[in-house]
């Protein structure tokens, strides 16, 4: 196994999803064969070769450091699930 | 013929010498999607009446000379990209009611081009899938067969295309998802370099990998969009300087001087035996137009698979973070703590394949596997990226299948992730070097469903493939088939 259910819980917690019981069986099952198959670069050799996260070489897109207009508050906030016309509201944070 | 089922420089020049208006155009189409929309399922959202005031002003602006290059042509773009005028679902329950702040940089051109938007495709949740199947709220059908897949992501902006929804589409391209649906659909696609298309108001999946490109009819159809489309934009850090070329003076007969690369690793084990037989009559055609063929090898292709699938979802698990209940989106009005409301939001929104990728993706960049997964598929990107820059010193462009198989049943696959990721073999790489690709109709199976070709070059080589696609059209015979849609 390369993934047990223990794991796949604590990846979920970890990206903020509740699975049911039903779904981390799912999960488990599916991710032990993409991790199985992905462990296919066990075969390949890349000590020394640098990483690429980008395919354009393009370094430090600076403007001018002017102000500018950004989005209208009430243009931000209109698709808020619940605010007040000043900010978002979120349940309660510090008790 | 019907106005609607006119190639997109066709109905541009009928409106340039006044034989019809943008009205005429727009009402037949939008007839055509009254009648064959049922059964098609390309469109998330349509806007009859938005489409038909822009056909008005559009041919009110033709009068008075304010003449754009799309100036009255009819056009729909994938739900991915955002825009003020309709919701952007993205295929997701997540995004079910959001409407953007603001349009994508490519929506802002292909208005200010003239063009006239009629809605927005159905794509795979957050272009995610393979087969559209992934969509929160319906299934695209192909158009050749229903009842089998047109595709993925991008599958609502092939089906639009093939079913002559739309003049042309746009869609998104993270590792073939404008590519496939146009192949199984047998229509034309472009994913450009990445850097040339801005990514402003696409809402990203994979942000090293995701790039805007066009579906449409034939070849000049794609030049003209790709004219509308391209070009360095502020907003996006990563679009490039670069002059953008008029694409449509690549369109040349001939092929004479061009040397062809043939890669080996994509005629290999599980190629249908018809796709390699179209695929191969059609290398003959380019041969025929003038091209020289060389053979050349791609040989850490086996690996793309993997690493596509270890840095795609990594770089989805974080983009995706943001949908939390809190700025937009659906949210989960029973929780009584934040955390809680994170979770159940998300939970409730997503649908299966997106929690899959995110909870892969955080597996892979989790601490302790950071090294072994998301470094290592890092590592070897970067192999894959060579083995492109040496195949491109012998050779202008490569050819190749662009899916193993053509169109499959609806329901055939959708149980089994591993195998669908599979089929995305001969697409992921150009996202992966961030090269531009392109698939151009090949020829049918023999059950009438499309088989197309793909072309791949270097960076910022559009013009290239655009030349051979060109070419490859002249000749196929398959440009202006049309499906019957029963």
């Not at chain 1, 001018?64 to 508050?73: C, F, G, K, M």
């Not at chain 2, 159809?221 to 934009?233: E, I, T």
Request: include cysteine; aromatic fraction near 6%.
């Amino acid at each position: 196994m390369k993934i047990t259910r223990e794991e796949v819980q604590h990846v979920a917690k970890l990206a903020r999803l509740d699975l049911t019981a039903a779904e981390v069986d799912r999960m488990t099952g599916q991710l032990d064969a993409i991790l199985s198959y992905v462990a296919k670069l066990d075969e390949l050799d890349v000590t020394g070769v640098a990483v690429t996260t980008h395919t354009q070489q393009v370094v430090n897109a600076f403007r001018e450091d002017e102000a500018r207009p950004s989005l209208p508050r009430e243009l931000a906030l209109a698709n808020g699930p619940e605010q007040n016309g000043e900010s978002f509201v979120v349940p309660r944070v510090i008790g | 013929m019907e106005l609607y089922a006119l190639t997109l420089h066709e109905a541009a020049s009928l409106l340039e010498q006044g034989e019809v208006s943008s009205v005429a155009l727009t009402e037949s189409v939008l007839g055509r999607i009254e009648a064959v929309e049922p059964k098609v399922q390309a469109y998330l959202a349509l806007d009859q009446e938005g489409a038909l005031r822009q056909a008005e002003q559009a041919d009110l602006n033709r009068k008075n000379g304010q003449v754009g290059p799309l100036c009255g042509i009819p056009l729909a773009i994938k739900d991915v990209l955002c825009t003020t005028s309709m919701p952007t679902t993205c295929g997701s329950r997540i995004l079910e009611h959001f409407i953007a702040p603001y349009n994508a940089t490519v929506v802002t051109k292909l208005a200010d081009a003239g063009s006239v938007l009629l809605g927005k495709l159905a794509m795979d949740e957050f272009a995610m899938g393979s087969t559209s199947e992934n969509c929160a709220f319906q299934t695209p059908h192909n158009p050749w067969k229903l009842g089998y897949v047109a595709g993925g992501s991008s599958g609502g902006s092939a089906a639009a295309v093939a079913a002559d929804q739309c003049f042309a589409s746009l869609g998104s391209d993270t590792g073939g998802s404008i590519r496939q649906p146009a192949s199984l659909c047998g229509t034309v696609g472009m994913k450009p370099t990445y850097g040339r298309v801005s990514r402003y108001g696409l809402v990203a999946f994979a942000s090293s990998l995701d790039q805007v490109g066009p579906l449409t009819k034939d070849v000049r159809d794609c030049a003209l969009m790709m004219n509308a489309v391209s070009g360095y934009d502020p907003h996006d850090s990563t679009s490039i300087k670069l002059e953008v070329p008029d694409f449509t003076a690549a369109l040349q007969d001939g092929l004479k001087g061009v040397r062809i690369g043939i890669p080996k690793e994509y005629f290999g084990e599980g190629l249908d035996s018809e796709v390699d037989r179209t695929v191969r009559d059609g290398i003959a055609m380019l041969q025929e137009a003038g091209a020289e063929m060389v053979e050349v090898t791609l040989p850490h292709t086996e690996y793309c698979v993997a690493v596509y699938y270890l840095i795609a979802p990594a770089e989805a698990s974080s983009n995706l973070a943001r949908f939390d209940g809190v700025r937009y989106g659906y949210r989960d009005r029973s929780a009584d703590t934040l955390i809680e409301m994170y979770n159940r939001s998300r939970s409730q929104g997503f649908g299966d394949e997106v929690k899959r990728r995110i909870l892969i993706g955080t597996y892979a960049l989790s601490s302790g596997y950071y090294d072994a997964f998301y470094k290592k598929a890092s590592q070897a990107r970067t192999l894959i990226k060579e083995d492109f820059a040496k195949a491109f010193a012998s050779c202008d462009l490569m050819v190749s299948p662009v899916t193993p198989t053509p169109a499959w049943k609806i329901g055939d696959k959708a149980d089994d992730p591993l195998a669908l990721y599979l089929s995305d073999i001969l697409t992921l790489s150009a996202n992966l070097a961030g090269i531009p690709g392109m698939s151009v109709p090949c020829g049918f199976n023999n059950q009438g469903l499309p088989i197309g070709m793909q072309l791949q070059a270097a960076h910022f080589n559009e013009e290239i493939l655009l030349r051979a696609a060109y070419n490859l059209e002249q000749r196929a015979g398959v440009a202006g088939k049309k499906p019957v849609i029963a």
